[in-house]
């Protein structure tokens, strides 16, 4: 995959940081951010820099109706916040495909947000 110009000095310098950077080059998968809005983008990628956001979930029928395959366990992935500037890069550590009503309630306090707790 092509690393977008307005990441590629962010990507760079992480590049420059590792030993061997042909590794990562080779796991890069995308730019994501967090949410609909730009508040909810700023909001996750504070959550996701203070390591209380470490899940995420997508659609799989997005995922087929596109083409573009889901991320692989190992794949890095850059963040954005809300004004779309590049603040982190994660790694995709675990990819399952289940229904919604299979998802628990460790995997919902992972995925972060609110006040932490799963009640509705």
Known sequence: MVVPAHVRSFWQEFLASLSVPEDAKSRYYDVCRVGWTAEDAEEGARLILRGEKTATSSLLSK????????????????????????????????????????????????????????DG
């Not at 995922?63 to 889901?70: D, I």
């Open 63 to 118: 995922y087929e109706a596109t083409g573009v395959p889901p991320p692989e366990v190992g794949a890095l992935s850059i963040v954005e916040n809300g004004r779309g500037e590049p603040v982190g890069i994660i790694e995709t550590t675990w990819v399952g495909v289940m229904p919604f009503k299979a998802v628990d309630v460790a995997f919902a306090q992972a995925y972060g947000g609110c006040d932490g707790t799963v």
